[in-house]
């Protein structure tokens, strides 16, 4: 029932959000509806038992020889990306465990130089996600014991993360050692999605935190590649974080550009929702 109401929730909000119509299931009867339902439950936990049995806590499960593998920096990046579906799936219990573990294992003061964008998305993603929803009764998922462990570690993530953007066009490089900052030989060209797909979590960090650091950054960016559009009102691929020049010219909607467009509408609503805070 909690989880149920949860669902519900999800779904207005989703609504409001997006200012979407209501979806009429038109065609799926509410037997097919269940059992479908049951499918996606059943393959959620097949997968995640599976990574939790055979990888974890490395960050993923190899498909076929079933070992597991540090792909991104190391901290059990598949556990971070199923704390939201747990809690949506109504799994009480091992949302509260992954939490509590999380909280106590995870660290971020490690000599690994990872993705900003993939980081940003998946681990900061995740873990706010997973906290607004640890501390807030309306979920249905609320931790008892819970004290900001989540929200703690996020802003440890996002401040070692922010050597990134210390370029002259505001546009971060696209790797960053969380212990270092940007290594010396580190590519200053970067896609148009990984420069400019950041601000929903940085700007809800800022929001939670009260500081506005992590929202200025990252809409400096978006308006440091905005600024660099064409006359046609387009944006390339790639570009030179230093020299703001196109590195590859194509504009479109696929592959390293689709979702700079899809967080300026993300965060326009942000924005609307509650004020900016810049
Ligand atoms: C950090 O990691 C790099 C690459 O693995 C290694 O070469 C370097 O020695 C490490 N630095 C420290 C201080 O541990
Ligand atoms: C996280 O908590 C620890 C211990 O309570 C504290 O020392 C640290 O400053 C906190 N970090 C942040 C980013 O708030």
Same mark, same amino acid.
């Given at each position: 029932?909690?989880?149920?109401?949860?669902?519900?929730?999800?779904?207005?909000?989703?609504?409001?959000?997006?200012?979407?119509?209501?979806?009429?299931?038109?065609?799926?009867?509410?037997?097919?509806?269940?059992?479908?339902?049951?499918?996606?439950?059943?393959?959620?936990?097949?997968?995640?038992?599976?990574?939790?049995?055979?990888?974890?806590?490395?960050?993923?499960?190899?498909?076929?020889?079933?070992? $597991?593998?540090?792909?991104?920096?190391?901290?059990?990046?598949?556990?971070?990306?199923?704390?939201?579906?747990?809690?949506?799936? @109504?799994?009480?219990?091992?949302?509260?465990?992954?939490?509590?573990?999380? $909280?106590?294992?995870?660290?971020?003061?490690?000599?690994?130089?990872?993705?900003?964008?993939?980081?940003?998305?998946?681990?900061?993603?995740?873990?706010?996600?997973?906290?607004?929803?640890?501390?807030?009764?309306?979920?249905?998922?609320?931790?008892?014991?819970?004290?900001?462990?989540?929200?703690?570690?996020?802003?440890?993530?996002?401040?070692?993360?922010?050597?990134?953007?210390?370029?002259?066009?505001?546009?971060?490089? $696209?790797?960053?050692?969380?212990?270092?900052?940007?290594?010396?030989?580190?590519?200053?060209?970067?896609?148009?999605?990984?420069?400019?797909?950041?601000?929903?979590?940085?700007?809800?960090?800022?929001?939670?935190?009260?500081?506005?650091?992590?929202?200025?950054?990252?809409?400096?960016?978006?308006? @440091?590649?905005?600024?660099?559009?064409?006359?046609?009102?387009?944006?390339?691929?790639?570009?030179?974080?230093?020299?703001?020049?196109?590195?590859?010219?194509?504009?479109?909607?696929?592959?390293?550009?689709?979702?700079?467009?899809?967080?300026?509408?993300?965060?326009?609503?942000?924005?609307?929702?509650? @004020?900016?805070?810049?």
């Amino acid at each position: 029932m909690e989880a149920f109401k949860f669902f519900l929730q999800s779904l207005l909000v989703f609504h409001l959000l997006f200012l979407v119509q209501p979806a009429h299931a038109d065609g799926v009867a509410p037997e097919e509806a269940r059992q479908l339902r049951d499918e996606v439950r059943g393959m959620f936990y097949h997968a995640f038992d599976g990574y939790m049995e055979h990888a974890f806590p490395l960050d993923e499960l190899r498909p076929l020889s079933c070992e $597991g593998e540090d792909s991104l920096g190391g901290y059990a990046l598949t556990l971070i990306d199923s704390l939201d579906t747990l809690a949506l799936l @109504g799994d009480q219990e091992r949302f509260a465990s992954s939490v509590e573990w999380i $909280g106590k294992n995870l660290q971020f003061d490690i000599n690994k130089t990872v993705s900003v964008f993939e980081t940003t998305i998946r681990v900061l993603g995740g873990l706010l996600s997973a906290h607004l929803i640890a501390s807030d009764y309306a979920t249905g998922m609320r931790i008892p014991s819970y004290d900001n462990q989540l929200l703690n570690l996020t802003e440890d993530l996002a401040r070692r993360l922010l050597p990134a953007f210390d370029t002259p066009t505001g546009i971060p490089f $696209g790797s960053v050692n969380l212990m270092f900052g940007v290594d010396e030989h580190e590519s200053k060209i970067t896609s148009t999605a990984g420069g400019g797909t950041l601000t929903l979590e940085f700007g809800i960090l800022s929001r939670l935190t009260n500081d506005p650091i992590f929202e200025q950054v990252t809409k400096n960016a978006v308006r @440091g590649l905005w600024a660099r559009r064409s006359k046609l009102n387009l944006v390339g691929a790639h570009i030179n974080v230093f020299t703001g020049e196109w590195t590859q010219k194509d504009a479109g909607i696929g592959t390293s550009i689709d979702s700079f467009y899809e967080y300026l509408l993300k965060v326009s609503n942000m924005n609307q929702n509650s @004020g900016p805070v810049m």
